[in-house]
Each structure stands twice: as C-alpha cells, then as structure tokens.
C-alpha cells in the first residue's frame, strides 16, 4: 500500500511544480510584451521586476491553503473592521495599507476618510470575508493584523487601487508589499481617490495640523459610538454623543471596548445601549 501513496504523492508534487513553472513563464512572456517605447533600461528592468513580484505575490495568495472565514459585524473605518469568531467578536486591522482617518471625536476626519471607510462598507459590511495572516498576530492595540479577502477579492489591494488608501509597509508584515505599492503608483497616476484633487494640500493654517482637505465629521457615516465594558459587572453598553456619559467614556481597545458606527451595529456586536442617553 505505501508504493501507492508514494507514487501518487510524487504525481502531485510534479503538478504542483509544473503548474508553477507554467505560471511564471507566462508571465515573464506577458511582461515582456508590455509597452517599454521611452523607458530607459533602468526604467525597464524596474517596471518588469515589479510586475512579475505583484504578479506573484497574486499567484501564491490563490494558491494558498484556505483559512476560515467570519461574519463582518462593523465597519469600523476604511482599514479596520469587527468580525465575529468562536470567541466573540475581534478587531481586525488590514495589513500593508493605511486609510485617511475618520473616528476622531475631537478633530475633523480627514480628507477621504468617510469615502475609504463607506467604500470598505460596500465590500466587506455583512459578508464573510477569508482572513489571511502575514508575520505578526496582534499591533499595539490588540487588533489581529491580517490580509482580507471577500468571494476571492483582496480587499486590501482593491482599497489601495481605488485611491481609497496608502501602501503602508511595516515590517516584518511584507508579503504583499511589492502588489500594494504597484496598486498605488496606478492609483498615484490615474488621480483616484484621496490623489485627486479635492484632496490635494492646502496653505498651512498656523495650527501644526495635517495640510489635508478638511470638512466636518458626517455624524450618520463617523463611528463615533462607544462600546464600553462596565468594571465589576461586565456589562456591554453603548454611548453615543448624546448619552449624558459620553465624554467621560473612555475606550480601550485591549480591555475588548469597541468602537462602533451606528446603533445597529453595537446591538448585533452584543451591546446594549446605556440608561442615561437620550
């Protein structure tokens, strides 16, 4: 029985060789035919050794074992979302990519940060998404760091290719890092997103803030409810800007408190909303 296995193991792994040896030859030959008139060597030799890491670094994302996929509970913004596992609910961050910001309860979000996060809604609120995990488990905040997927779509590059987000490479999270940057140089030169012009910078005002477009905070689309944990009883409860606790309410996210964009979203996470609000 075991020459058998050893046999059909063997024809696997020559298939799996093959099927590669495939994939990147066609595409050294599809890269090869791009438009190179005007391109310097150098320029070339750039513009070739990054599409074959991009293509790549797509090829073995397919091919990797699949891993188990969650229910998205909230959109907490552009590159953060809460999925709910076996132990609750988590906050995910997206690897190798950073949106405009948008949850400041005291400042103004900044330019396309409710367009980055709403587009991130569109692709991921309410679906199952696949999670896939680079070097790191958790950042500095206790939220799990990881590459999304959603029907076979990479999430993270679909954001950073629409201009809805920045490649951001912090080490040693950096597998998709050459497929990211190529995404943005495309977006950079299309004038998409938060590359356009309603976003490009302004005169500085004197108030050491970021020269970004601003405009005030949409309070329907901002997540701007706090999910507090009660100390000694454990309660779940939810505030929003009109509770009368609002303000001495503090949020941290290592102790499991949650930031959340609307009512709905708290209460399907397990929250409940809090007696002194309005």
Request: aromatic share 10%; proline share 3%.
């Amino acid at each position: 029985m075991k020459k058998p296995c050893i046999f059909l193991m063997s024809g696997l792994v020559v298939i799996m060789l093959g099927s590669i040896i495939w994939y990147v030859h066609s595409l050294v030959l599809e890269s090869v035919s791009m438009d190179v008139q005007g391109l310097s060597a150098e320029a070339f030799v750039e513009e070739f050794d990054d599409e074959v890491r991009a293509r790549l670094d797509n090829f073995f994302g397919r091919i990797a074992p699949a891993a188990d996929t969650y229910d998205v509970v909230a959109v907490v913004d552009g590159d953060t979302i809460d999925v709910r596992m076996s132990g609750g609910v988590s906050r995910v961050r997206y690897i190798g990519m950073n949106t405009p910001e948008v949850v400041h309860p005291n400042r103004q979000a900044d330019c396309f940060g409710i367009e980055a996060r709403n587009k991130n809604a569109t692709l991921v609120s309410g679906r199952r998404v696949r999670l896939e995990k680079d070097m790191s488990e958790i950042d500095a905040y206790g939220r799990l760091l990881r590459y999304v997927y959603v029907d076979g779509e990479f999430v993270n590059e679909a954001l950073v290719a629409g201009g809805y987000a920045h490649a951001s490479t912090y080490p040693p999270d950096v597998r998709y890092t050459q497929t990211l940057l190529a995404a943005e140089r495309a977006a950079k030169a299309d004038g998409k997103g938060l590359w356009g012009a309603d976003c490009a910078p302004l005169e500085g005002d004197g108030l050491g803030l970021d020269a970004t477009l601003p405009f005030p905070v949409d309070t329907v689309n901002a997540c701007l409810i706090k999910g507090n944990v009660s100390v000694g009883s454990g309660d779940r409860l939810y505030y929003t800007v009109y509770c009368a606790d609002y303000d001495e309410t503090v949020i941290t996210e290592a102790n499991g408190e949650l930031w959340f964009c609307t009512e709905a979203e708290a209460k399907l996470a397990g929250w409940r909303k809090a007696e002194n609000c309005e």
